[in-house]
């Protein structure tokens, strides 16, 4: 076989691999609720590891043509096994059989991984010496099939990219297999898969989650599915008939009956509401007068107003009700404005068209830093669906505008005597609501306010709380009118200057009047607060996201004595869903190490043509390398899902630049001293740590292009170092002891694999910056593990 066409072969199944991973992340996100890119990373690596066995299990070589129709063949098989399959999260804490399915979930998304990684390890081992040719091939074909993934998305839904990946396999097996019936087959077929692909029947469609939104709204009767739009980052859906009347915190003295909305819903999560008013309209103005965000516009009467997160119009609507002069609403979901714009213009009366609202050409963060124009009223609206507490994998949940750095932002792009509001979900017991309380003062402290208690004040509805903070104190003259809008309302006041106790619960009663007594004491004492808290009200910040994870370790006793006693998945943290998966792939990781080093020496020493000696040395450099990838990978994904938007663009513009990199890094492994790689490599982690926030919050105002432009200059010189040194590892292993190659691949895939639930685990406790900081001791530890001598060419 001609090595171009091995090398084409293995690229396009490394493609295929790739294509198959950001698809599954997708399902995931629509399917269940996250998107669980770090547990699909984690799966592919561990699938890789399981290959080490095989190819440890077997003397002879591999066909590698149907390896790759295997890959084809499993991926289409497990989408059919997650399609159908009836695995629930939100049973899995009384449902014991689920236990069993999550197991089954996992195995068949991982089994695709295991034929790629089994490929790749077949082609490393028969290359010998040339291991960094088809080591790059890998890269490469990877990195290229993130960018065919987002390229695909614009016409193919997620699920489509499961039979995309199995047609790129099989064009992959055309290249390598050796006869002609072999290679007419992979053709036939993989026409078949991308015909497939291109238009996929409606019972093989993506099954969502009972407990998701939008399965849940499509029970209704009348509810009818009037529209399905696809973006590389979201799927969009509206509903008709679903007797949608959504204006959270309407309040109960409204007395009137708001009309019925269509309901748009992203990734299955809502509704956010389409509604068929005019903002001139008297039955607009009335609704608006009895909604929370109005008391901004009574204290700023014609205010100039940004609305971050606006959703599908609703709260621009009722700010140019309320008398707001103009409104400037940010571009967070591109399909929305689409929608509005073209399919919902008529229904929607033409809201985007109004000459006193003007759609802003970026994200919610990049107007927030694009200083181009000062506000009276910054509103950080509240367009996302209720969910409890206890909502476990929610609580995975990335959200860059609520941050102690956005709010910061806030502050900055808001007038001197400008006014930011929030509305959050009412939370039993205090949290949600209680975190942006307590990260409203961390701003305001950090922006120069000594005394925030004569700045905020809070109130609650039935169902939300608002926070309101002016940059000046309030004057007694705001605070009437504040008062007369509670009174009118039927809004109980949780903290406010001049606050009586009589003023406290009366409206909407509860029996312990629980967020006066903790919003009270976040203003006396934050720091003892939010430490005695049960619950984590610690500010979320840029480097720690997660503004939707309250778990603490003093909640475990709880969670497990609620187990099989409540509907809430995981009994009530992500957390512990995220040390469940950490059991899981720490499982699998030790056979995946230890199997293939028992094999490998039962081999006769014929086979494996020199003593594998003491493998110490070997395991913990590979193992370090693992680790160090995903390490680096995973926090470079998340701070760039801040940079470019969405999870999906910052996972695809990662793989992409960092296995690019790192491919043509394999190709230069010969020319470089891996001494010096691996210690330039620990410093260019280090400098990335350090610049990579400030430069991704600079650039957020720039143009999507300029964004890709500098994350790929930020990710380039990190992926270069990062491909030299398992390159030229295998290359020592090659002239010292080859037989040592495949359980070096299956090391370096299980610790990946768990790397990459432990990063995550690491990030939500520490920070991104944290993991990349242990990334960098990783690949120390590796550099201090190499066998000792110079760095001239024969060492390398």
Not at 36 to 49: E, I, T
Not at 268 to 279: A, N, Y
Request: hydrophobic fraction near 50%; proline fraction near 8%; charge should be neutral.
């Amino acid at each position: 076989m001609k090595p171009r066409f091995s090398s084409l072969g293995l690229g396009l199944v490394s493609a295929a691999a790739l294509v198959f991973e950001i698809g599954l992340s997708r399902i995931f996100a629509i399917q269940q609720f996250h998107h669980f890119a770090f547990v699909v990373v984690s799966l592919a690596m561990m699938g890789s590891a399981a290959s080490g066995i095989l190819l440890a299990s077997r003397p002879r070589p591999p066909v590698l043509s149907l390896l790759a129709g295997g890959f084809a063949a499993s991926a289409s098989i497990a989408y059919l096994i997650l399609n159908f399959l009836p695995f629930d999260s939100y049973s899995l804490a009384w449902d014991v059989r689920q236990v069993f399915l999550l197991g089954l979930y996992f195995v068949a998304a991982g089994v695709p991984f295991l034929f790629a990684g089994w490929l790749s390890a077949a082609c490393l081992a028969q290359a010998g010496a040339e291991a960094h040719r088809p080591y790059a091939a890998s890269l490469i074909g990877a990195s290229l099939g993130s960018l065919v993934s987002i390229l695909a998305m614009e016409w193919i839904p997620p699920e489509g990219l499961v039979f995309l990946a199995a047609a790129l396999a099989l064009a992959g097996a055309f290249s390598l297999a050796e006869g002609r019936p072999g290679k007419v087959a992979s053709a036939l077929i993989a026409i078949a898969a991308f015909a497939l692909a291109a238009s996929l029947p409606p019972d093989l469609g993506l099954r969502l989650s009972p407990y998701k939104p939008l399965a849940a709204a499509s029970l209704a009767p009348a509810a009818r599915r009037t529209l399905t739009r696809l973006s590389p980052a979201s799927r969009l859906d509206v509903l008709e008939g679903a007797g949608v009347h959504a204006y959270p915190g309407l309040s109960l003295n409204a007395g009137i009956a708001p009309p019925e909305q269509a309901a748009l819903y992203i990734d299955g999560d809502g509704p956010s509401p389409i509604t068929p008013l005019d903002p001139d309209d008297p039955a607009a103005a009335r609704i608006a007068s009895y909604m929370p965000s109005t008391i901004a516009y009574l204290l700023r009467p014609g205010a100039t107003s940004l609305i971050l997160d606006p959703g599908s119009g609703l709260d621009p609507l009722l700010a140019l009700a309320a008398g707001a002069s103009h409104v400037w609403i940010p571009s967070d979901e591109p399909l929305v404005v689409s929608v509005l714009r073209q399919e919902y213009r008529g229904f929607s009366l033409d809201l985007l068209a109004d000459p006193r609202l003007t759609v802003l050409p970026r994200s919610s963060r990049g107007s927030l830093r694009a200083g181009e124009v000062q506000y009276d009223v910054v509103h950080f609206a509240l367009s996302d669906s209720y969910h409890p507490v206890t909502s476990g994998a929610f609580s995975l949940t990335e959200d860059y505008l609520l941050t102690r750095e956005a709010l910061g932002d806030a502050i900055r792009a808001a007038q001197p005597d400008g006014i930011l509001v929030i509305t959050r979900w009412l939370q039993t017991p205090p949290s949600e609501d209680a975190r942006a309380f307590a990260t409203v003062l961390s701003a305001l402290r950090a922006a120069g306010v000594d005394d925030p208690s004569t700045h905020l004040l809070a109130f609650r509805s039935m169902r939300t709380a608002t926070i309101l903070a002016a940059l000046k104190p309030f004057s007694s003259e705001e605070l009437g009118v504040v008062r007369r809008f509670l009174e009118s309302g039927g809004y109980d006041p949780i903290v406010m200057p001049g606050l009586r106790p009589e003023d406290l619960n009366r409206f909407n009663r509860i029996p312990l009047d629980e967020y006066h007594a903790l919003y009270t004491s976040l203003l006396d004492d934050p720091s003892g607060t939010i430490a005695d808290y049960d619950f984590n009200l610690r500010p979320a910040t840029d480097d720690r996201p997660f503004f939707f994870h309250f778990f603490r370790w003093r909640q475990t006793p709880r969670v497990l004595a609620r187990l099989g006693q409540t509907w809430q998945p995981f009994g009530g943290s992500g957390y512990l869903v995220l040390l469940a998966l950490a059991g899981l792939m720490l499982v699998l990781a030790i056979p995946f190490i230890l199997v293939p080093l028992a094999l490998l020496r039962r081999r006769p020493a014929r086979v494996s043509r020199i003593s594998l000696g003491r493998p110490a040395r070997p395991l913990l450099y590979f193992a370090c390398l693992g680790a160090g990838y995903l390490l680096v990978e995973i926090p470079l994904i998340q701070h760039l899902s801040l940079l470019l938007d969405r999870p999906v663009l910052g996972l695809a513009t990662v793989l992409f630049s960092i296995l690019l990199a790192s491919g043509v890094g394999s190709l230069l492994s010969p020319k470089i001293s891996l001494r010096a790689s691996l210690l330039g490599l620990v410093a260019c982690i280090g400098l990335t740590a350090l610049v990579l926030p400030g430069v991704a919050r600079a650039a957020l105002p720039l143009s999507i292009l300029g964004r890709l432009g500098i994350a790929t200059a930020l990710i380039a010189p990190v992926g270069v170092l990062m491909g030299i040194p398992f390159a030229a590892g295998l290359r020592r292993l090659e002239r010292d002891r080859p037989g040592l190659i495949p359980w070096a691949w299956a090391v370096n895939g299980a610790v990946s694999g768990l790397s990459g639930v432990l990063t995550a685990l690491v990030a939500l406790d520490w920070g991104h910056t944290a993991a990349l900081g242990l990334g960098a001791a990783a690949y120390a530890i590796a550099f201090v593990t190499l066998p000792g001598g110079g760095t001239s060419k024969a060492r390398k």
